[in-house]
């Protein structure tokens, strides 16, 4: 039997968060008998996910060198070195955005015949790093052979209107377990339950505790809730560089009673059933898994109109500008209070975001262009 092609997945790390929980379902689904997924990492710390990739038959490689433009030089050497080293490799696969830029072109320099770049953002904040995007996007294009993005939108920003319009960019839908996140009313109790929550109103959001996921204004939003006279605890999951600082704010507006921060998770589905309403009011977004998640789970949503209009599968989002204001947001929040829950994981599945379906096109992708090369 012939060994399986191995995909090198170029990421920062694979912790819990959208874009590592797309890329475990896909390995979980993909025929590893003809695919295997290793990984580049660039963080010295072993990261959730890192056993199951393991156990899974993967490797996980890390950088020596840190990206930073004091260490760029060192960082390119390490990547070309790494490269060289590794001719298993056919294919790589990176999620880094525009900073897929650096080992895309090492890859090149070594003679990786298939580069994929994969775009996961719509937009990035007009800060002093645009000018150095703007100049990697350009040069990306130039030198990946495959253009990947999770929606439309955030295939225009990293590609290019031209591009996505002459049909160079393939949209991979970020595939999920639906039946895992289907509604489970015991699991709701069970959960409730363990955290202390009677029949309160529970707002809920996942995500990593980082400037563009937003959640400062998001504990704005439920103090105006609870200001107003809604009896309602908050679900945090998630870690990240700004989990500490949420933590204090929630402590300084006298939150902590009814703010429960539960870190990083494996059953995300479970504490989703938990939840009366999904918040997600991020500064700059593509197309969110967790959105999807939590559509399947059946949640009224209410995300920033920064997030692609596109992760609305189901109806079950509103999207709302940041500049309507904490105030505006509980507002809303409260008028569509209550609700009969759904069960929408047919509407995810007949919109293609079934992570099997997804697998199964990256497998016939990274086969066919294995063996055209």
Not at 104 to 116: F, L, N, Q, S, W
Not at 249 to 275: C, E, H, I, Q, T
Request: aromatic residues 12%; positive net charge; hydrophobic residues 40%.
């Amino acid at each position: 039997m012939s060994e399986p092609i191995r995909v090198l997945q170029v990421v920062t790390y694979m912790e819990k968060g959208g874009i590592e929980n797309m890329l475990m379902n896909f390995y979980r689904k993909i025929d590893r008998t003809k695919i295997q997924f290793d990984f580049l990492v660039h963080v010295s710390e072993k990261a959730e996910f890192e056993d199951e990739i393991e156990a899974l038959g993967g490797r996980v490689y890390r950088l020596p060198v840190q990206r930073s433009i004091r260490n760029f030089l060192r960082y390119m050497k390490a990547l070309e070195e790494f490269f060289y080293s590794h001719k298993e490799f056919t294919v790589i696969h990176c999620h880094m955005n525009a900073l897929s830029l650096f080992p895309i072109y090492a890859a090149k320099r070594a003679g990786v015949r298939v580069r994929i770049a994969h775009s996961h953002v719509a937009l990035q904040s007009n800060c002093y790093t645009s000018v150095f995007r703007r100049v990697c996007k350009r040069l990306l294009n130039r030198y990946c052979t495959d253009r990947f993005a999770c929606g439309e939108k955030a295939g225009r920003y990293l590609f290019g209107d031209k591009l996505y319009e002459k049909g160079f960019v393939t949209v991979v839908n970020n595939g999920i377990d639906c039946e895992a996140f289907r509604f489970d009313e015991a699991k709701r109790r069970e959960i409730r339950k363990k955290h202390g929550f009677g029949d309160e109103l529970v707002i809920g959001h996942v995500g990593r505790f980082d400037e563009f996921k937003n959640q400062s204004f998001l504990i704005d939003v439920f103090q105006c809730l609870k200001s107003s006279g809604i009896n309602g605890k908050l679900l945090l999951l998630g870690e990240g560089k700004l989990a500490d600082e949420m933590k204090e704010k929630v402590r300084r507006l006298g939150l902590s009673d009814s703010a429960v921060f539960v870190g990083v998770v494996p059953d995300v589905y479970n504490y989703l059933n938990a939840m009366d309403v999904f918040v997600f009011p991020s500064v700059f977004e593509g197309l969110p898994l967790t959105i999807v998640e939590a559509q399947a789970n059946g949640l009224t949503i209410f995300a920033s109109d920064a997030v692609s209009s596109e992760s609305d599968l189901t109806g079950l989002v509103e999207f709302l500008p940041l500049s309507l204001g904490a105030d505006g947001w509980a507002e809303k929040i409260k008028s569509q209070m209550p609700y009969q829950r759904q069960d929408k994981t047919a509407e995810i599945r007949k919109a293609g975001y079934d992570s099997e379906t997804s697998a199964k096109f990256l497998e016939s992708f990274y086969l066919e262009k294995a063996k055209k090369n």
